[in-house]
Antibody, heavy 124, light 112 residues
Framework: QVTLKESGPALVKPTQTLTLTCSFS??????????VSWLRQTPGKAPEWLAR???????FYRTSLKTRLTTSKDTSKDQVVLTMTDMDPGDTGTYFC????????????????WGQGTLVTVSS | DIVMFQSPDSLAVSLGERATINCKSS????????????LAWYRQKPGQPPQLLIF???TRESGVPDRISGSGSGTDFTLTISTVQAEDVAVYYC?????????FGQGTKLEI
């Protein structure tokens, strides 16, 4: 059974750095083809993709946020970490980690398993 | 970035009726090499994360009932719920999984 769970601070101040951890089970990020992404969502809006990390360490970032985002993995702990610098009230939202879909030997970029999300509020 | 647009923004149907949600992408999400359309559908109920329903435009995720189906190709796609049930009340999103940044439509709220 695949599960993902996000953890981190519920409240951060403007200009601070946010660090979120995704702890997962039921799969390994050392397995060829496995991918994990981070997304965020504000109330009433669609999810917004932020970053992706692959089994081989390759990373992809949303262009508009690239200078502020870093994602890394710790395969021994089955965890992925997202850091976002220079937080702003506009970054307030629920942050999700997700696993990319797998069908047979095909690795896709749809999201078949989601964490419950963690609400992050940016306020002084 | 590929922009996704859904219509309508909201939809009210009676139990047992058909619901149809449309999604249009600003550029094709059809891969000419494998003839697959890189389009997914999700539904999200209040307080829950989105749930995957469909990927590759028409492939149903495991456990999704067959009254939910996806169709379309290129830039125009449709999600159909053949007989709406109370559990289908949710917001529905399309997502292109063709290229980064992966992008979603603005959502369609389905009400009974």
């Amino acid at each position: 059974q695949v599960t993902l769970k996000e953890s981190g601070p519920a409240l951060v101040k403007p200009t601070q750095t946010l660090t979120l951890t995704c702890s997962f089970s039921g799969f390994s990020l050392s397995t060829t083809g496995v991918r994990v992404s981070w997304l965020r969502q504000t109330p009433g809006k669609a999810p917004e993709w932020l970053a992706r990390i692959d089994w081989d360490g390759e990373r992809f970032y949303r262009t508009s946020l690239k200078t502020r985002l870093t994602t890394s993995k710790d395969t021994s702990k089955d965890q992925v970490v997202l850091t976002m610098t220079d937080m702003d009230p506009g970054d307030t939202g629920t942050y999700f980690c997700v696993r990319h879909g797998i069908l047979g030997s095909t690795r896709g970029n749809w999201f078949d398993h989601w964490g419950q999300g963690t609400l992050v509020t940016v306020s002084s | 970035d590929i922009v996704m647009f859904q219509s309508p923004d909201s939809l009210a149907v009676s139990l047992g009726e058909r619901a149809t949600i449309n999604c249009k992408s600003s550029q094709t999400v059809l891969d000419g090499l494998n003839n697959q359309n890189y389009l997914a559908w999700y539904r999200q109920k209040p307080g829950q994360p989105p749930q995957l329903l469909i990927f590759w435009a028409s492939t149903r995720e495991s456990g999704v009932p067959d009254r939910i189906s996806g169709s379309g190709s290129g830039t125009d796609f449709t999600l159909t719920i053949s007989t709406v049930q109370a559990e289908d009340v949710a917001v529905y999103y399309c997502q292109q999984h063709y290229s980064t940044p992966y992008t979603f439509g603005q959502g369609t709220k389905l009400e009974i």
